[in-house]
């Protein structure tokens, strides 16, 4: 069996779009059943499973929030967040899928939260605002140079959606909306600041 350090992982990744804008002038239905298969080329493959991991992390922090029952979440932001966390796990079935036989396992990688990260109503948008930060300039990067068009049109999905759970979480936390443009982050970059929230289990060679 081989052996993935986790930043080697999240640095490097495992190894017809023209018919979408006539399709936006159709229903939801009709549209999302025309959108193209991903088909992840080379590096496209880096920033998928990038996503892949980064959103478990992010779905995590959302679900140790809800669990927090005395965090003083109002009962309005607990349904917010645990249709967030909801949407989190679609999008990760959707990046597996992308992903094909190279998705990572969903064992591969436990998220560890720092001690105390969620047990009161700021740390936990303080935290879950950094994850969707980071996601929205990895997947900024992954819009701007992914090679595969249709692979480009779902990270740019996800983008939108995390733009707009960067916006609830600030306005939540009482802070102005985002002003100025977000940066791009290469995953170099981006999975040093990850490795922190996350955990591999360790590996046995077969005897």
């Known amino acids: 069996m081989i052996e993935l350090d986790r930043g ?4 490097l990744g495992a190894g017809g779009v023209v ?11 009709a549209a999302r059943a025309q ?9 496209d493959i880096a ?5 892949a991991v980064a959103e478990r992390a992010s779905r995590d922090v959302y679900r140790a929030a ?7 979440l109002s009962a309005r932001e607990r349904r917010h967040l645990s249709r967030v966390a909801s949407a989190k796990r679609a999008h990760i079935q959707r990046l597996d899928r992308a ?3 190279e998705a990572p396992g969903a064992d591969d ?31 900024l990067n992954g819009v ?30 009482g802070k102005a909306s985002p002003a100025g443009l977000q940066t791009p982050i290469d995953l170099e970059a981006a999975g040093e600041a990850l490795e922190g929230f996350l955990s591999t289990p360790d590996f046995q060679d077969d005897e």
Request: glycine residues 8%; proline residues 6%.
């Open 109 to 139: 990688f436990v998220t560890v939260l720092p001690d105390g990260a969620v047990t009161t109503r700021a740390r936990a948008l303080a935290l879950a605002e950094r994850l969707e930060t980071l996601l929205v300039r990895v997947y």
């Open 8 to 11: 080697e992982f999240l640095r």
């Open 47 to 51: 920033f998928l499973s990038f996503a």
């Open 144 to 173: 701007g140079y992914a090679a595969d068009p249709a692979t480009r049109l779902l990270l740019g999905r996800l983008l939108a959606y995390d733009a707009q759970a960067v916006t609830w979480l600030r306005v939540a936390a």
């Open 19 to 29: 018919g979408v804008t006539a399709a936006g002038l159709l229903g939801p239905a």
């Open 35 to 43: 959108l193209p298969a991903p088909a992840p080329q080379e590096d």
């Open 66 to 72: 809800l669990r927090q029952r005395g965090a003083g």
């Open 99 to 101: 992903l094909g036989e």
